[in-house]
């Protein structure tokens, strides 16, 4: 029977759909039941994907959503159903592809309309209520769907049937096995290299996004080959964001993305994930150049995360609203007599290292940024900017997205297990220790991972995503802390990874669980979008897994697995940046194994001063019982020293810390011309 007719989103487990809890459209959340109602009643289906902290979605859901004639019309016409795009990515990436190849740009929110057997159709992006920015107002486009419909329904299913074989041969695909070398990451990085802005920082052109899979590509580049312009591009490019308006210098944080060339205008939603991978990419920098920069903003970022993001029990929510009290950016900028009020005769200190600025196209307040001939704050600038944040406080705060999406966690626990090796912090080994336990205390009875968490409410199933970053977190918080359950936990992820995402060939791993049945195409998900792909992901994890077990059934699996990914990635590299670079990482793998009487000792430290993505560290106690056998070598476990293993090869062990750090450095290769 169809539903009722109402909206019935205020049970949802998503606060974006609950944003919406109180429009008079008649929405429904992607379901399989909102499935069955539009083709019991032979409605086309209005989907409408977007996110919590998406600013146009606010903007298109105040014009439309929320006005009742809109409403009416939507609920006369279509089965209205709603999806937050971080909750159902599989959903996302099936509707996007579709837009995109009807020659439309993507973006959200996503707007589309489908059969009512969910094969799209039509679609767009923001539609105004009326007719500006030279397009259509959303009342003619949906009565000009509608009659489309009435009159052309057999064409449409015949387009809606080509547009799902067009999707499911571009997110399905089925391709032979492809040999992995280093050639593809030199190819993919000097094409990558060709593309940078290397003055300002980033790709060439506007907006900027901070585009980690990219930059993971250029530092794998020079870590393999020595050469130190993709090493300097990733570095020019963080210190230019680092020190632009995308960054929060009052509250610590990286927004979304720059609007402008020059890092200065944010779009200033803050995601969690951006954060992780800006956390990781600048340990990376901090170890290379030992830049205070880096210190600085590593810190001030988990320092956000733990004050802003953390949710009671110490997993972090996904993201802060760009908007807050109807105003992009409102909470975020300040205009010089708000700071004078707030900082008095203290003021010009702060004047002196930082400026206000504004572009042509923003309209609100100005941005503070470091001023260009400034030297970094000191710690009295320090003191003042933290005035302004307790000042900001008292502002109306941007609404916080606090549901707990397992993938994203992963990648931040990574990230601060990383950095707290990096700079001794225990502290925060313990903060991404707290948060993997988090979610594996919400594993279901079957030990299966939900994908989103909200107030003791789980989604299930989760997608592969979830477990291969849970299992690179695992091995991350193993390589801090010594404690080998992670190992075990990294096992036990990989296992249910297989169990409920294998395919037929027993090498390539879908997006979506075997026990998914709401999805209409099940899907890979081999595209990268902000974060690296849930397949390079994968890759990944079975190499570090295999690393850290010493697994040799395992290490030939991640050869398959990752020779699979290699293949189906082989026409389109820059959209799978991700699994090029998780192939370089099978490609250069190290294992380091540490016996020393501390894991505070100057060995250790000497090699959590030189972390390496290709890398998987194993401390052992000096003297303890047991044995380990590396490739053509027994460890030596009463001797201090370090065994480092390339490939399958292992250096004779090295007991002097200079010579370590040495060895652990980056072939040396000149600047090229």
Same mark, same amino acid.
């Given at each position: &029977?169809?539903?009722?007719?109402?909206?019935?989103?205020?049970?949802?487990?998503?606060?974006?759909?609950?944003?919406? +809890?109180?429009?008079?459209?008649?929405?429904?959340?992607?379901?399989?039941?909102?499935?069955?109602?539009?083709?019991?009643?032979?409605?086309?289906?209005?989907?409408?994907?977007?996110?919590?902290?998406? =600013?146009?979605?606010?903007?298109?859901?105040?014009?439309?959503?929320?006005?009742?004639?809109?409403?009416?019309?939507?609920?006369?016409?279509?089965?209205?159903?709603?999806?937050?795009?971080?909750?159902?990515?599989?959903?996302?990436?099936?509707?996007?592809?579709?837009?995109?190849?009807?020659?439309?740009?993507?973006?959200?929110?996503?707007? &589309?309309?489908?059969?009512?057997?969910? +094969?799209?159709?039509?679609?767009?992006? #923001?539609?105004?209520?009326?007719?500006?920015? /030279?397009?259509?107002? %959303?009342?003619?486009?949906?009565?000009?769907?509608?009659?489309?419909?009435?009159?052309?329904?057999?064409?449409?299913?015949?387009?809606?049937?080509?547009?799902?074989?067009?999707?499911?041969?571009?997110?399905?695909?089925?391709?032979?096995?492809?040999?992995?070398?280093?050639?593809?990451?030199?190819?993919?990085?000097?094409?990558? %290299?060709?593309?940078?802005?290397?003055?300002?920082?980033?790709?060439?052109?506007?907006?900027?996004?901070?585009?980690?899979?990219?930059?993971?590509?250029?530092?794998?580049?020079?870590?393999?080959?020595?050469?130190?312009?993709?090493?300097?591009?990733?570095?020019?490019?963080?210190?230019? &964001?680092?020190?632009?308006?995308?960054?929060?210098?009052?509250?610590?944080?990286?927004?979304?993305?720059?609007?402008?060339?020059?890092?200065?205008?944010?779009?200033?939603?803050?995601?969690?994930?951006?954060?992780?991978?800006?956390?990781?990419?600048?340990?990376?920098?901090?170890?290379?150049?030992?830049?205070?920069?880096?210190?600085?903003?590593?810190?001030?970022?988990?320092?956000?995360?733990? $004050?802003?993001?953390?949710?009671?029990?110490?997993?972090?929510?996904?993201?802060?609203?760009? !908007?807050?009290?109807?105003?992009?950016?409102?909470?975020?900028?300040?205009?010089?007599?708000?700071?004078?009020?707030?900082?008095?005769?203290?003021?010009?200190?702060? %004047?002196?290292?930082?400026?206000?600025?504004?572009?042509?196209?923003?309209?609100? +307040?100005?941005?503070?940024?470091?001023?260009?001939?400034?030297?970094?704050? !000191?710690?009295?600038?320090?003191?003042?900017?933290?005035?302004?944040?307790?000042?900001?406080?008292?502002?109306?705060?941007?609404?916080?997205? !606090?549901?707990?999406?397992?993938?994203?966690?992963?990648?931040?626990?990574?990230?601060?297990?990383?950095?707290? $090796? =990096?700079?001794?912090?225990?502290?925060?080994?313990?903060?991404?220790?707290?948060? #993997?336990?988090?979610?594996?205390?919400?594993?279901?009875?079957?030990?299966?991972?939900?994908?989103?968490?909200?107030?003791?409410?789980?989604?299930?199933?989760?997608?592969?995503?979830?477990?291969?970053?849970?299992?690179?977190?695992?091995?991350?918080?193993?390589?801090?802390?010594?404690?080998?359950?992670?190992?075990?936990?990294?096992?036990?992820?990989?296992?249910?990874?297989?169990?409920?995402?294998?395919?037929?060939?027993?090498?390539?791993?879908?997006?979506?669980?075997?026990?998914? /049945?709401?999805?209409?195409?099940?899907?890979?998900?081999?595209?990268?979008?902000?974060?690296?792909?849930?397949?390079?992901?994968?890759?990944?994890?079975?190499?570090?897994?295999?690393?850290?077990?010493?697994?040799?059934?395992?290490?030939?699996?991640?050869?398959?697995?990752?020779?699979?990914?290699?293949?189906?990635?082989?026409?389109?590299?820059?959209?799978?940046?991700?699994?090029?670079?998780?192939?370089?990482?099978?490609?250069?793998?190290?294992?380091?194994?540490?016996?020393?009487?501390?894991?505070?000792?100057?060995?250790?430290?000497?090699?959590?001063?030189?972390?390496?993505?290709?890398?998987?560290?194993?401390?052992?106690?000096?003297?303890?019982?047991?044995? &380990?056998?590396?490739?053509?070598?027994?460890?030596?476990?009463?001797?201090?020293?370090?065994?480092?293993?390339?490939?399958?090869?292992?250096?004779?062990?090295?007991?002097?810390?200079?010579?370590?750090?040495?060895?652990?450095?980056?072939?040396?290769?000149?600047?090229?011309?």
């Amino acid at each position: &029977m169809p539903l009722p007719p109402a909206n019935l989103l205020a049970d949802e487990t998503s606060p974006y759909l609950r944003q919406h +809890k109180g429009n008079p459209v008649h929405w429904r959340g992607w379901s399989q039941a909102a499935l069955d109602e539009a083709r019991e009643l032979g409605r086309p289906i209005l989907l409408s994907i977007g996110y919590a902290a998406c =600013h146009w979605c606010h903007v298109m859901a105040h014009e439309s959503f929320e006005d009742t004639e809109v409403a009416a019309v939507m609920n006369r016409l279509f089965v209205n159903i709603k999806v937050d795009r971080e909750e159902r990515p599989d959903i996302d990436q099936v509707y996007m592809t579709a837009l995109h190849a009807t020659g439309e740009q993507g973006g959200w929110p996503l707007t &589309m309309f489908l059969t009512p057997d969910a +094969k799209p159709f039509w679609g767009g992006t #923001y539609f105004p209520k009326e007719p500006r920015y /030279g397009r259509p107002g %959303f009342v003619q486009v949906l009565q000009s769907v509608h009659r489309a419909w009435q009159d052309q329904q057999d064409k449409i299913n015949q387009s809606g049937e080509a547009l799902r074989s067009h999707i499911e041969a571009r997110l399905a695909p089925v391709a032979e096995p492809a040999s992995i070398s280093g050639e593809r990451l030199a190819q993919l990085a000097n094409g990558i %290299f060709g593309m940078m802005d290397l003055e300002g920082g980033g790709l060439r052109g506007a907006p900027k996004f901070p585009n980690a899979p990219f930059m993971h590509t250029l530092w794998l580049s020079w870590l393999e080959t020595g050469n130190t312009d993709h090493r300097d591009a990733v570095i020019t490019s963080l210190r230019k &964001m680092l020190n632009g308006g995308i960054y929060d210098h009052v509250g610590g944080g990286l927004c979304r993305y720059s609007t402008d060339a020059s890092w200065l205008v944010p779009h200033f939603e803050k995601m969690l994930y951006d954060n992780a991978q800006l956390i990781r990419l600048a340990v990376w920098a901090h170890a290379e150049t030992g830049e205070k920069l880096f210190h600085v903003r590593i810190e001030e970022t988990i320092g956000w995360l733990l $004050r802003e993001m953390r949710l009671e029990r110490g997993a972090f929510a996904s993201s802060l609203d760009a !908007d807050s009290d109807g105003e992009e950016g409102l909470f975020y900028t300040w205009t010089r007599e708000e700071i004078q009020a707030v900082l008095g005769d203290k003021a010009p200190d702060l %004047f002196s290292a930082y400026a206000l600025s504004g572009a042509g196209h923003w309209e609100g +307040k100005p941005i503070l940024h470091p001023a260009p001939d400034s030297s970094g704050p !000191d710690d009295h600038q320090h003191s003042l900017l933290g005035q302004l944040r307790s000042a900001r406080e008292k502002r109306v705060r941007p609404g916080r997205d !606090d549901k707990v999406l397992v993938d994203w966690n992963g990648l931040a626990i990574t990230a601060i297990a990383e950095a707290g $090796r =990096h700079f001794g912090r225990t502290d925060w080994i313990d903060t991404a220790s707290t948060a #993997y336990r988090f979610v594996v205390e919400s594993m279901d009875a079957a030990k299966r991972l939900p994908h989103s968490i909200l107030e003791g409410r789980m989604l299930f199933p989760a997608m592969s995503s979830d477990y291969a970053a849970m299992a690179n977190a695992a091995i991350a918080l193993h390589e801090a802390t010594s404690d080998h359950d992670y190992v075990d936990g990294a096992t036990a992820f990989l296992h249910q990874l297989d169990r409920w995402y294998l395919d037929t060939s027993g090498t390539g791993h879908f997006l979506t669980a075997l026990d998914a /049945g709401d999805v209409p195409i099940r899907i890979r998900g081999d595209v990268d979008e902000a974060i690296p792909s849930a397949t390079s992901q994968i890759v990944e994890a079975f190499i570090r897994v295999a690393a850290a077990t010493g697994d040799l059934a395992l290490f030939e699996k991640s050869w398959a697995v990752a020779q699979a990914a290699a293949g189906r990635a082989s026409d389109q590299p820059y959209g799978q940046a991700g699994i090029v670079n998780a192939c370089a990482i099978l490609l250069g793998q190290r294992k380091l194994v540490l016996v020393s009487s501390s894991p505070e000792s100057i060995l250790v430290s000497a090699a959590n001063r030189k972390p390496d993505p290709r890398r998987v560290d194993t401390f052992i106690r000096l003297g303890a019982e047991g044995a &380990m056998q590396l490739p053509g070598v027994a460890v030596d476990m009463s001797q201090e020293a370090a065994w480092l293993c390339i490939g399958q090869a292992c250096l004779p062990p090295i007991a002097d810390p200079e010579t370590l750090a040495a060895a652990l450095r980056p072939p040396r290769q000149s600047q090229t011309e």
